[in-house]
């Protein structure tokens, strides 16, 4: 709708852009370095952040950046994960049936590891997202399954992503076994007003719209709104150029954003 008006190639704020087209903040850049230490040295990894900084993003952008000849990625998010569930999630992946029982369940998933280093020479990537979700029966169930061949090495780089709660939890003296295994620990921040701009600008050019949309006042107004927080920059972004569009105003400033969060979003 709005893309032919402003002459749009591409959706500009949607959840969908491709990793290498996302906005490469000094966060992002940070937080891929530490995941990507992790991947190599099979360590034991917790992203948090809060909600709609970006931290699924984060990990999709992450994978993307995985050699696919070293490395064998699996994804894991729900809610309501059970060891069991999460042995028999990880299988599937590997292509194989989980046996019934939690702990051949888990004696298998080590050998089917062991296997996929030993002869296709790939090393596993586990990533669950949503961690804050995790009770502790399944957070514990984690510090066993690092331990292996006798607490000598990782079977796996191990990565848990969630909301800050998770990192406040692990605080927490019933977690100190859980959170001494932790090799390595990043929290997301918030984007600045200078941050903001520079990702309005970045998607903007995604979309194929190199001139300016959204005025200086305009991006002003939406970092007061967003706080920093990408899934909001996006949100507005997209209600404003739909109102924009609409209107035709080809420019967007800080009037159009105050009656769109006035009107649309408070």
């Known amino acids: ?27 992002l850049e940070e937080a891929l370095g530490r995941l990507g230490y992790a991947a190599e040295r099979q360590l034991f990894a917790v992203v948090t952040g809060s ?11 992450f994978k993307e950046t995985l050699d696919p000849g070293k490395y064998l990625v699996m994804y894991i998010a729900d809610s309501k994960l059970t060891p069991r569930n999460f042995y028999k999630g990880l299988l599937e992946q590997l292509g194989c049936e989980a046996k019934f029982y939690r702990g051949d369940s888990k004696r298998q998933l080590h050998r089917e590891i062991e296997l996929m280093k030993g002869i296709h020479h790939l090393s596993p990537v586990v990533i669950v997202d949503e961690a ?15 331990n292996f061949k006798m607490d000598a090495e990782s079977p796996m780089a191990l990565i ?3 909301q800050s709660e998770l990192w406040d939890r692990l605080q927490l003296q019933s977690y100190a076994a859980i959170r001494q295994r932790i090799d390595i620990q990043y929290k ?9 701009s520079a990702y309005i ?15 200086a006042a305009a991006i002003e107004e939406i970092f007061k709104f967003s706080g920093g927080l990408a899934r909001l920059v996006n949100k507005v972004c997209t209600q404003c150029l739909i109102f924009g569009a609409q209107q035709e105003k080809r420019l967007i400033d800080d009037h159009m954003v105050k009656l769109i969060i006035q009107s649309e979003l408070s």
């Open 1 to 27: 709708m709005f893309e032919t008006f402003y002459g749009m190639d591409r959706t500009p704020f949607s959840r969908n852009i491709p990793p290498e087209n996302l906005y490469p903040s000094i966060m």
């Open 132 to 146: 804050h979700l995790l009770d502790k029966e399944m957070l514990e169930e984690v510090r066993f399954l690092l």
């Open 188 to 196: 997301l921040s918030h984007m600045d007003c200078s941050q903001v």
């Open 160 to 162: 848990l992503v969630g």
């Open 201 to 215: 600008v970045c998607h903007l050019k995604y979309s194929g719209q190199a001139g300016e949309i959204f005025t």
């Open 51 to 61: 909600s709609g900084i970006g931290k699924t993003t984060t990990v999709r952008k």
